[in-house]
């Protein structure tokens, strides 16, 4: 990238940080939601612009400088506190640092203790909830920091996956959510490879597949939570169709299965990407997927768990699901 792709780049930011704060004056919801995400956006084109030069330290401390602004701006203090750090990594190689940062520091630190006195209720919450007493719980609580915090993508996700799991399931609402989620983070691997699956239940066939259809373009053995996600949709969305159907289908989630597993190891995927390769390949072969699939591929934990005659494809779905919902 030459420089002055580099400045035009910087100046798209400036008119979406324009643009964010005509919205956040409607002092709503949705506008202030939609403010979110449009200097969500402004801070990726700030960091992604500099990392294209090869810049002086001032010229990336002011990208960084302005890219924690925006994500400030955006209420998001944990992704504004991450780039923070790269500031201060960076800061002390350049003598103008305090002219460039000016009270941003202050700003951080005023964000970072509010935030961690409002999230601390959450913290009690060390795992995904799995009574409904404790999701109906962990909801409260995160749709009270999301009427603060609505430009953090991760809570949105939060409410999704517990309004996905609530009885009775609030679809549209958990559906609204991941979106939201994905808008704000449109790079976040959980979001992304969540929102496949999540497709499955809360979408109409035609909107699932469309979905699918996404993810199969974008799989890389550098996504194998994609390519997890992608081929237990596959096997999910055709449940009860006809024989040449679902065969079609799981040699495209076998495909997906095989590029996740192409991906330089360790991954934290890599069990139950075994698993569902190997289950995929009983299934292409008319055979019924047993325990045995998932005691092979090191996921003893799984099957302790099963029911009698609970299926091999819904139990790793779960725990996917589960082990996703812990992680982000």
């Not at 991450?82 to 940062?101: C, F, H, P, Y």
């Not at 009775?168 to 994905?182: G, Q």
């Not at 090191?298 to 996703?324: C, F, R, Y």
Request: include cysteine.
């Amino acid at each position: 990238m030459s420089f002055d792709a580099y400045e035009q780049a910087r100046a798209s930011a400036g008119k979406l940080k324009v643009k964010a704060r005509a919205k956040l004056a409607f002092d709503e919801p949705d506008e202030t939601f939609e403010a979110c995400v449009l200097l969500h956006e402004a801070a990726r084109i700030e960091r992604r612009a500099v990392r294209l030069i090869d810049a002086a330290v001032e010229t990336k401390l002011t990208a960084l400088a302005e890219a924690c602004a925006c994500l400030l701006m955006g209420l998001d203090p944990p992704g504004a506190i991450k780039v923070w750090g790269e500031i201060v990594q960076l800061r002390s190689a350049t003598d103008s640092a305090a002219d460039i940062l000016g009270s941003l520091e202050a700003r951080v630190e005023k964000a970072r203790l509010h935030y961690g006195k409002k999230v601390a209720p959450l913290r009690f919450f060390s795992r995904a909830p799995q009574t409904a007493e404790d999701r109906h719980l962990a909801l409260s609580a995160v749709e009270s920091m999301l009427a603060e915090f609505p430009g953090i993508g991760s809570f949105w996700w939060a409410r999704y996956w517990l309004l996905a799991n609530s009885t009775p399931r609030r679809k549209a609402e958990a559906w609204r959510s991941i979106e939201r989620a994905r808008r704000l983070a449109p790079d976040d691997p959980y979001i992304e490879a969540s929102a496949v699956l999540a497709g499955v239940d809360l979408l109409p066939a035609a909107d699932a597949h469309a979905l699918l259809r996404g993810a199969r373009a974008v799989l890389q053995p550098e996504r194998p939570l994609l390519c997890l996600t992608t081929a237990l949709a596959e096997l999910r969305l055709t449940e009860g169709s006809s024989k040449a159907t679902q065969a079609e289908a799981h040699r495209r989630a076998l495909y997906a299965a095989r590029v996740g597993l192409a991906g330089a190891p360790p991954s934290p995927w890599f069990e139950e990407l075994r698993a569902t390769h190997n289950v995929l390949e009983l299934l292409l072969a008319d055979r019924v997927p047993t325990l045995d699939v998932l005691y092979q591929a090191g996921l003893a934990d799984i099957a302790l768990h099963a029911k009698p005659g609970e299926p091999v494809v819904d139990l790793l779905t779960q725990s996917v699901l589960e082990k996703m919902a812990s992680a982000a």
